[in-house]
């Protein structure tokens, strides 16, 4: 079957001598992952390896086959034309972590319209701004959503949230029920749009400490997720 469909680009690795693999995050089937033979040798052909820089959002068109676990670009192309994700050294680093955790988490062979829109268009907000410190929070707060563990709020006005069971209460009922800054935070963030971000004032610190809960609250309701390898060099780079 030939599909034509828009791909986000989640992660790629070398592959013998020349090729790579590489796997996308595709508008119409989810995720699909793809040899490119040769491309590290050849520069001409439709496969660049320019297209698939992380994050980068292209458009393909491939065959696909159920019997194989890794499928055959015939054609790709630009869908956007990043003006600083890859070339400004915070932006870029925000784009590896991102990758390694999108990668982690979308492991479904199946569409999912609202969701790649999502990532269309924050990773588009992303490359506009130039104030995005606290991009990666509010980007992992409301990845949750689509992934269906988004923090209940119908008690939010609660002294504690519950990351285990994800929702506000009044008491700690376990070890997970954060407070403090963490909790003030969870709160600013929770319902705001990436365009009010640079309203939320926060110091380096609580950034990663922020960070570090947010990814403990994926880790207990994913059970797969693992903690991006990225994260010392991405703290160490943007804090």
């Known amino acids: 079957m030939l599909i034509t469909t828009n791909a986000i680009v989640l992660s790629k690795l070398k592959f013998k001598d020349n ?13 699909v992952s793809f040899l490119l033979r040769g491309v590290l040798k050849s520069k001409k052909g439709n496969s660049k390896v320019a297209y698939f820089q992380l994050l980068s959002q292209i458009e393909i068109v491939f065959t696909h086959k159920n019997t194989r676990s ?15 994700l890859h070339t400004h050294v915070l932006k870029s680093s925000i784009v590896m972590f991102l990758s390694e955790v999108l990668s982690n988490v979308l492991q479904e062979e199946e ?14 907000w992303l490359d506009s701004q130039a104030d995005y410190s606290n991009f990666h929070l509010l980007f992992l707060l409301k990845l949750s959503k689509y992934l269906g563990f988004y923090p209940d709020t119908t008690s939010i006005d609660a002294h504690y949230f519950n990351l285990y069971e994800g ?22 963030l929770l319902g705001i749009k990436f365009d009010a971000l640079t309203s939320v004032k926060i110091n380096a610190k609580q950034r990663q400490s922020f960070l570090s809960m947010i990814l403990l609250y994926f880790e207990l309701h ?18």
Do not use: R, W
């Open 19 to 31: 090729d790579l693999i590489v796997k996308c995050y595709t508008q119409d089937i989810g995720v």
């Open 222 to 239: 994913l059970g797969t997720f693992k903690t991006p390898k990225s994260l010392a060099v991405f703290n160490q780079v943007f804090n």
């Open 70 to 84: 890794l499928q055959s670009i015939k054609e790709t192309k630009l869908n956007h034309m990043y003006s600083s």
């Open 111 to 124: 569409e999912n319209e609202v969701l790649y829109s999502y990532l269309e268009y924050s990773l588009l």
């Open 167 to 188: 929702k506000f209460e009044l008491k700690p009922s376990n070890k997970y029920a954060i407070s403090g800054e963490n909790l003030v935070l969870l709160k600013q």
